[in-house]
């Protein structure tokens, strides 16, 4: 079960639940955050839990993938932001918003980020690639999702989100010759329901 660390103990402690099978998370009401509470929201929904999102909406989110909140306010059981590292963005004209989204995947959510030019456009273009490698693998016939694949990916994701750690995991599997290319793509697209990063958005249009 996911695990996050926590500003008082000072250490990484499963997440709590008061509800059977319920998690609730809230966030500051910042764009960071909010990210990280979508997140944590789909690694609880991964594990079979309801996750239900607690936050007034926050501009700039949905161009993020971030899906809006079952609830406005309420009680939560993980409220996620001062643990949250600050974060700054040069102009993003002609970047894929969620290439912003696979930038800070890319560095851990309790470390600061500041995204120059040259990083979003970097990041603009590993997510054209990625979306290449998934319309090419999504013309090959259907084969099962890799499970390995998808549970050590989760299992660092369990670890205190640790976003970094899963795109290694995501280049073994496209170099990764006895994985067919149908099984890569179901794969992919599993893992993608997590990171939220629209990796099919190429599929039948290359």
Not at 38 to 54: E, F, K, M, N, S
Request: charged share 30%.
């Amino acid at each position: 079960m996911l695990r996050l660390y926590d500003g008082k103990t000072r250490s990484v402690e499963e997440i709590p639940t008061t509800r059977a099978g319920v998690v609730r998370i809230s966030c500051s009401g910042e764009l960071r955050p909010l990210l990280v509470a979508d997140l944590i929201r789909r690694v609880v929904g991964h594990h079979r839990l309801r996750a239900i999102g607690v936050w007034t909406p926050v501009e700039g989110a949905e161009a993020l993938n971030v899906r809006p909140a079952e609830l406005s306010d309420g009680e939560a059981d993980v409220h996620v932001g001062e643990t949250v590292g600050r974060f700054e963005m040069a102009e993003t004209d002609g970047i894929d918003p969620l290439a912003v989204r696979l930038a800070l995947l890319r560095r851990h959510y309790r470390s600061d980020v500041r995204l120059g030019e040259q990083d979003l456009a970097e990041a603009d273009a590993s997510l054209t690639a990625l979306r290449r490698q998934a319309a090419g693998w999504a013309e090959a016939p259907g084969r099962p999702v890799r499970r390995d694949y998808v549970k050590e990916a989760v299992e660092a994701l369990d670890d205190d989100l640790n976003t970094p750690a899963v795109f290694p995991v995501l280049s073994r599997l496209a170099e990764d010759a006895d994985v067919p290319p149908g099984a890569r793509f179901e794969t992919m697209i599993m893992l993608d329901m997590i990171l939220g990063l629209d990796l099919v958005a190429l599929v039948g249009r290359l």
